[in-house]
């Protein structure tokens, strides 16, 4: 599984989601995925830019996140994924990558 076809999934997740109503930043050192949910649908870009929530994480640990072979809660609880900004955000990804 590479980025392009995990941003492609995203894209098609985020199209049937209900939208997140703020925006939000997976940030993973060189690459960064961006989901605007302000409207009436989320929209997925590769934009660096700020967000209400911002998730870092690692790469490998985004495509096992992605895959589902990383629980999101325990993913966050040992460390591996830092969350900044608006938590309520984040506890809706389930939605996104389930």
Do not use: H, R
Not at 51 to 58: E, H, I, L, P, W
């Amino acid at each position: 599984m590479n980025f392009e076809s995990i941003l492609a999934g995203l894209n098609e997740k985020a199209a049937s989601a209900a939208p997140l109503g703020k925006t939000l930043k997976f940030n993973m050192g060189d690459q960064a995925i961006f989901i605007d949910g302000t409207g009436d649908s989320n929209t997925i870009s590769t934009d660096d830019k700020d967000a209400d929530c911002t998730v870092s994480v690692s790469m490998d640990d985004f495509m096992a996140l992605v895959s589902g072979d990383l629980n999101p809660m325990s993913a966050f609880m040992s460390g591996k994924i830092k969350v900044s900004g608006d938590m309520g955000v984040a506890m809706k990804l389930q939605g996104l990558l389930g």
